[in-house]
Nanobody, 122 residues
């Protein structure tokens, strides 16, 4: 089992940047594929990006490709999401999640953090 805690959210102007962190408890972190999802008010949970357990493979939603970068530091039990060129439509609660599979569906993830709010003003 792994516990996840996100941090780094906040208020930023359009065009700005933020870096989200996802800290994991337990030495099993490096055995999990990890993902970022987001949920805007009144909308369903949306896939953002995923990274394999080794960090060698990544996959992004088309809406963030070229602007967001997912990466991880297994020695620090932490995953990150670097978000550049932010847009108002990126406003959402961002969640990190852990999975035993390299998938993009939220149904494939076993453990979730509590979320961190990202607000992008125009």
């Amino acid at each position: 089992q792994v516990q996840l805690v996100e941090s780094g959210g906040g208020l930023v102007q359009a065009g700005g940047s933020l870096r989200l962190s996802c800290a994991a408890s337990g030495r099993t972190f490096s055995s999990y594929h990890m993902g970022w999802f987001r949920q805007a008010p009144g909308k369903g949970r949306e896939f953002v990006a995923t990274i394999s357990w080794s960090g060698d493979s990544t996959y992004y939603a088309d809406s963030v490709k070229g602007r967001f970068t997912i990466f991880r530091d297994n020695a620090r039990y932490t995953m990150y999401l670097q978000m550049n060129s932010l847009k108002p439509e990126d406003t959402a609660v961002y969640y990190c999640a852990a999975s035993s599979r390299f998938v993009t569906s939220s149904l494939g993830y076993d453990y979730w953090g509590q979320g961190t709010q990202v607000t992008v003003s125009s």
